[in-house]
């Protein structure tokens, strides 16, 4: 019987070799540093696409810069305890952050079973980055970070330490979702009604279909251009309000098949609803002639809320021109039209990848602002495209996935690539408006690999009569001894008597996790007769993961390769994921080559042309810190990189 496995955790900072010029508090005062995340830009794949000759920036930022051979990820490798680590400079059992979804804290009032955002700002229990910088002086602009929201949090510390509060601007959107994507179609329309005033040239009838955009009213008139010989409806007026509106505001649409840039996109629409503000726009991809098929593609609207008054607020948004647009897993279910693996042509993807265009255009242009308006001495963005890629097509792209099929990853992996050059552009972006005493680091949370089944670990705990579940079908807490929690899919968590309604003793501990043990490494895929569970990790045996803590687990488990854990209850111990080509996912331990993680410098303080050996998440923060002349927070664990070397 296989048992459980250590294996070596920690990068010795010795043998990094990262030379930070000029690195002295002095030095660090005039130097601005902007910190950029690729969300899931795993190191396979940006050594793959580098090769290939798709990223430029980067490779420009490794021969002027420095490129590390990989990051080591937090565990579980996951968004939000990847950027934890990556800001906090610790692991989760010091900064809390143990999954996407954290149990809620104090033990002794809360259920195991209760969860908050991992995301929140009020679930993080170490200082990050971008609170250190601005406590030590220094102009902080947030553009888009993890643990911000809600962002009372960091303002109440900084004002009880006396701090400015123009020393931080921060904004986040992410939980202030407006109206989500969507393609209205012809059901709706009808022959426009009488009133019309302000209508564009249009010879024949007119056709209208009334919709409305998180409660704020829209109308969609079908008409034909007299411009255009073709007869026939051709163009659509998209207005804001009603038909007799005087000074409406309101744009025409044409349709166009997808294209490489974001000219056929309507103008934002400001949309103010629920005590938010956002922006929205239209892109007609489809129109018949005779109205009978209508392809409008609305873009996805949220709010923004952070440090900053309302006018200030929107003054930055309509920038930018909107938030981010995540379409992915909407067009994965055919939104677009057919996908490639529905047979489609490949105009689903083009429109995707027009789709993220404006994304990166919008994010280019809010980046742009907040350089000119606040001129921060640290700036902080992320982008999440690369990482929704990812989830909808790594399934397939994976050569070391079950459900890699080369013929139609060579078909999308170039759609995939795309998505890393418009990333790479946006950064190619920042290096040229970087002045001399500009620092560039790119980084990111976690890798990616491809998945075709998925293995629920309390279906395996109930067969072994560690887990009940009540009537309704959840956990029955008087008489389960370990779960997995929800949002704990990577660990099991003991339902120990420190926990409100918890039933397992001290002395019971290491019996129950014994029997969960072996409960895991016996599960075998009845499809293959294969082992699911590659191996355990207990965080008292393994106490250099920065697993475990507070709010972590007491078994953490790593799986085979093609399988991904869910704490769903009631389901199949090993079942098929709901997708033809299966998943990308990430989590695993971070030791797996799919799971490493990047970093880039480039610029002030930065040393030439060097390649570095590994480093962890947890050495960004004390790097960063060198580069800005700040104290390194204590609560870090991670070394600067370099640190042999003199300040």
């Given at each position: 019987?296989?048992?459980?496995?250590?294996?070596?955790?920690?990068?010795?900072?010795a043998?990094?070799?990262?030379?930070?010029?000029?690195?002295s508090?002095?030095a660090?005062?005039n130097?601005?540093?902007i910190?950029?995340?690729?969300?899931a830009?795993?190191?396979?794949?940006?050594?793959?696409?580098?090769a290939?000759?798709?990223?430029?920036?980067?490779?420009?930022?490794?021969?002027?810069?420095?490129r590390?051979?990989?990051?080591?990820?937090?565990?579980?490798s996951?968004?939000?305890?990847?950027?934890?680590?990556?800001?906090?400079?610790?692991?989760?059992?010091?900064?809390?952050?143990?999954?996407?979804?954290v149990?809620?804290?104090?033990?002794?009032?809360h259920?195991?079973?209760?969860?908050?955002?991992?995301?929140?700002s009020?679930?993080?229990?170490?200082?990050?980055?971008?609170?250190?910088?601005?406590?030590?002086?220094?102009?902080v602009?947030?553009?888009?970070?993890?643990?911000?929201?809600?962002?009372?949090?960091?303002?109440?510390?900084?004002?009880?330490?006396?701090v400015?509060?123009?020393r931080?601007?921060?904004?986040?959107?992410?939980?202030?979702?407006?109206?989500?994507?969507?393609?209205?179609?012809?059901e709706?329309?009808?022959?426009?009604?009488?009133?019309?005033?302000h209508?564009?040239?249009?010879?024949?009838?007119?056709?209208?279909?009334?919709?409305?955009?998180?409660?704020?009213?829209?109308?969609?008139v079908?008409?034909?251009?007299?411009?255009?010989?073709a007869?026939?409806?051709?163009?659509?007026?998209?207005?804001?309000?009603?038909?007799?509106?005087?000074?409406?505001?309101?744009?025409?649409?044409?349709?166009?098949d997808?294209?490489?840039?974001?000219?056929?996109?309507?103008?934002?629409?400001?949309?103010?609803?629920?005590?938010?503000?956002?922006?929205?726009?239209?892109?007609?991809?489809?129109l018949?002639?005779?109205?009978?098929?209508?392809?409008?593609?609305?873009r996805?609207?949220?709010?923004?809320?952070?440090?900053?008054?309302?006018?200030?607020?929107?003054?930055?948004?309509?920038a930018?021109?909107g938030?981010?647009?995540?379409?992915?897993?909407?067009?994965?279910?055919?939104?677009?039209?057919?996908?490639?693996w529905?047979?489609?042509?490949?105009?689903?993807?083009?429109?995707?990848?027009?789709?993220?265009?404006?994304?990166?255009?919008i994010v280019?242009?809010?980046?742009?602002?907040?350089?000119?308006?606040?001129?921060?001495?640290?700036?902080?963005?992320?982008?999440?495209?690369?990482?929704?890629?990812?989830?909808?097509?790594?399934?397939?792209?994976?050569?070391?996935?079950?459900?890699h099929?080369p013929?139609?990853?060579a078909?999308l992996?170039?759609f995939?690539?795309a998505?890393?050059?418009?990333?790479?552009?946006?950064?190619?972006?920042?290096?040229?408006?970087?002045?001399?005493?500009?620092?560039?680091?790119?980084?990111?949370?976690?890798?990616?690999?491809?998945?075709?089944k998925?293995?629920?670990?309390?279906?395996?705990?109930?067969?072994?009569?560690?887990?009940?579940?009540?009537?309704d079908?959840?956990?029955?807490?008087?008489?389960?001894?370990?779960?997995?929690?929800?949002?704990?899919?990577?660990?099991?968590?003991?339902n120990s008597?420190?926990w409100?309604?918890?039933?397992?003793?001290?002395?019971?501990?290491?019996?129950?996790?014994e029997?969960?043990?072996?409960?895991?490494?016996?599960?075998?895929?009845p499809?293959?007769?294969?082992p699911v569970?590659?191996?355990?990790?207990?965080?008292?045996?393994?106490?250099?993961m920065?697993?475990?803590?507070?709010?972590?687990?007491?078994?953490?488990?790593?799986?085979?390769?093609?399988y991904?854990?869910?704490?769903?209850?009631?389901?199949?111990?090993?079942?098929?994921?709901?997708s033809p080509?299966?998943?990308?996912?990430?989590?695993?331990?971070?030791?797996?080559?799919?799971?490493h993680?990047?970093?880039?410098?480039?610029?002030?303080g930065?040393a030439?042309?060097?390649?570095?050996?590994?480093?962890?998440?947890?050495?960004?923060?004390?790097?960063?810190?060198?580069?800005?002349?700040?104290?390194?927070?204590p609560?870090?664990?991670?070394?600067?990189?370099?640190?042999?070397?003199?300040?």
């Amino acid at each position: 019987m296989r048992t459980t496995t250590t294996r070596r955790w920690w990068v010795a900072p010795a043998a990094l070799a990262l030379a930070l010029t000029g690195a002295s508090s002095q030095a660090g005062e005039n130097r601005q540093v902007i910190l950029v995340s690729w969300d899931a830009g795993a190191d396979w794949v940006v050594d793959r696409l580098l090769a290939e000759g798709r990223l430029p920036t980067v490779a420009r930022m490794a021969s002027e810069g420095v490129r590390a051979a990989h990051v080591l990820a937090a565990f579980p490798s996951k968004t939000a305890v990847g950027h934890a680590a990556l800001l906090t400079g610790c692991w989760a059992d010091l900064n809390g952050i143990s999954g996407n979804s954290v149990p809620l804290l104090p033990r002794a009032g809360h259920r195991m079973t209760e969860t908050a955002s991992g995301f929140a700002s009020t679930s993080l229990r170490a200082e990050p980055l971008y609170i250190s910088a601005a406590r030590a002086g220094r102009r902080v602009v947030v553009l888009s970070a993890t643990q911000v929201h809600p962002v009372e949090t960091h303002v109440a510390a900084l004002r009880a330490a006396g701090v400015p509060p123009d020393r931080l601007v921060a904004f986040s959107g992410f939980e202030h979702a407006m109206a989500p994507p969507r393609v209205l179609g012809a059901e709706g329309l009808r022959p426009a009604s009488r009133g019309w005033r302000h209508l564009p040239r249009h010879r024949g009838p007119i056709r209208e279909l009334a919709f409305d955009v998180a409660g704020v009213p829209f109308l969609a008139v079908l008409f034909d251009d007299p411009a255009d010989p073709a007869p026939g409806f051709d163009s659509i007026l998209i207005r804001q309000g009603g038909r007799g509106d005087t000074g409406p505001v309101q744009d025409v649409v044409k349709p166009r098949d997808a294209r490489e840039d974001t000219t056929a996109w309507s103008r934002p629409f400001r949309i103010a609803s629920r005590g938010l503000v956002g922006f929205v726009r239209f892109r007609l991809f489809g129109l018949a002639p005779d109205g009978s098929g209508v392809e409008l593609y609305q873009r996805s609207v949220n709010g923004l809320k952070g440090t900053e008054d309302e006018a200030e607020t929107e003054r930055y948004l309509a920038a930018a021109g909107g938030f981010h647009d995540d379409a992915f897993l909407a067009y994965g279910r055919g939104i677009l039209g057919p996908t490639l693996w529905e047979h489609g042509s490949g105009e689903a993807e083009r429109r995707m990848l027009e789709i993220t265009r404006l994304d990166f255009e919008i994010v280019r242009r809010g980046t742009h602002h907040a350089l000119a308006r606040w001129s921060p001495d640290l700036l902080l963005h992320y982008t999440p495209m690369t990482d929704s890629a990812g989830h909808v097509w790594m399934g397939v792209l994976d050569p070391r996935s079950p459900l890699h099929d080369p013929g139609l990853a060579a078909r999308l992996w170039p759609f995939y690539a795309a998505v890393f050059e418009l990333a790479d552009a946006w950064l190619g972006d920042l290096l040229a408006a970087a002045g001399p005493d500009t620092a560039v680091v790119l980084v990111s949370d976690h890798g990616m690999e491809g998945t075709g089944k998925l293995f629920n670990p309390n279906a395996a705990l109930e067969q072994a009569g560690l887990l009940v579940r009540t009537r309704d079908g959840e956990i029955d807490l008087a008489r389960t001894v370990v779960a997995a929690p929800p949002g704990g899919d990577f660990y099991l968590m003991v339902n120990s008597d420190d926990w409100r309604d918890g039933i397992v003793q001290p002395g019971d501990r290491s019996a129950v996790l014994e029997r969960a043990r072996r409960a895991l490494l016996s599960i075998v895929d009845p499809a293959t007769g294969q082992p699911v569970v590659a191996a355990v990790f207990d965080p008292v045996v393994c106490p250099d993961m920065g697993i475990g803590g507070p709010t972590g687990g007491d078994l953490y488990l790593d799986l085979a390769p093609g399988y991904y854990p869910t704490p769903v209850l009631g389901s199949a111990v090993v079942q098929p994921v709901p997708s033809p080509i299966g998943f990308g996912n990430h989590g695993f331990y971070p030791h797996r080559r799919s799971m490493h993680a990047i970093f880039y410098g480039w610029g002030s303080g930065i040393a030439r042309d060097r390649q570095i050996g590994p480093i962890t998440q947890t050495d960004i923060v004390p790097t960063v810190a060198r580069l800005l002349g700040i104290p390194t927070p204590p609560t870090v664990t991670g070394h600067v990189i370099g640190e042999a070397l003199a300040p």
